[in-house]
């Protein structure tokens, strides 16, 4: 069974500092890697997604996230966040070709100004 | 340009009552799921629906049926509610064995269940 591990629960942030958002996860075989965002009172909406061919992938909002194969590690960045960023993130992963997704436990990111 | 639209958005319920959650979506997706989401716990799957005229437990399927009862509706059903099931329910749909770029889930707005 796959699984998704994300170790930073909750992380606080001032205005134009970098994020990066660890996400690890456990599958042998062929996976399908993503990141959701949850504004405050909304539902999960896509951030990027990896499915193939170049590693480092870029999403919305200037959001983007690199798949290390080696680490099973698909960790989320941006260099500079705003206060609008302050959201809930999810990571998620689709292995061996299934239709379902398993997804982490949050990272609740607290931007201040 | 719905989406996915569930209903009701809010509900409390005592403890023993039953009620249905609704999901529909005009996509034309061929599987839909349903996920409870609890505070550090991240989303779980209750059950989903690979296609129509299917559905499979998932992470946590005890207390809740469903019914895909056609391609666009996926309900919940809640028999005999309980405390432990406060929490706010997610339907979402994506398309089925897809494997490319297009994949992805569509979630609704979610529901937000007390029981007391």
């Known amino acids: 069974a796959q699984s998704v591990s994300q170790h930073n629960h909750h992380v606080i942030l001032s205005e134009a500092a970098s994020l990066e958002l660890g996400c690890n996860y456990s599958y042998g075989g062929t996976v399908n890697l993503f990141w959701y965002v949850q504004y405050p009172g909304q539902h999960l909406q896509l951030l990027l997604k990896y499915f193939s061919g170049d590693p480092l992938v870029k999403g919305i909002k200037g959001f983007e996230a690199e798949f290390i194969k080696s680490k099973f590690s698909f960790n989320l960045r941006k260099p500079s966040v705003q206060w609008s960023d302050t959201a809930e993130y999810f990571c998620?992963?689709?292995?061996?070709?299934?239709?379902?997704?398993?997804f982490g436990t949050g990272t609740q990111l607290k931007v201040e100004l | 340009n719905a989406g996915v639209t569930q209903t009701p958005k809010f509900q409390v319920l005592k403890t023993g009552q039953s009620m249905t959650l609704q999901c529909a979506q005009d996509?034309?997706?061929?599987?839909m799921y349903w996920y409870r989401q609890d505070p550090g716990m991240g989303l779980r799957l209750i059950y989903y629906s690979a296609s129509e005229g299917t559905t499979d437990k998932g992470e946590v399927p005890n207390g809740y049926n469903v019914s895909r009862l056609n391609k666009r509706e996926f309900s919940l059903r809640l028999e005999s509610a309980a405390p432990s099931q406060t929490s706010v329910y997610f339907c979402?749909?994506?398309?089925?064995?897809?494997?490319?770029?297009?994949?992805?889930?569509?979630f609704g707005s979610g529901t937000r269940l007390t029981v007391v």
């Open positions: 998620a992963v689709r292995g061996g070709g299934g239709n379902k997704l398993t």
């Open positions: 996509m034309n997706h061929n599987s």
């Open positions: 979402a749909s994506s398309e089925y064995f897809s494997t490319g770029a297009n994949y992805g889930y569509t």
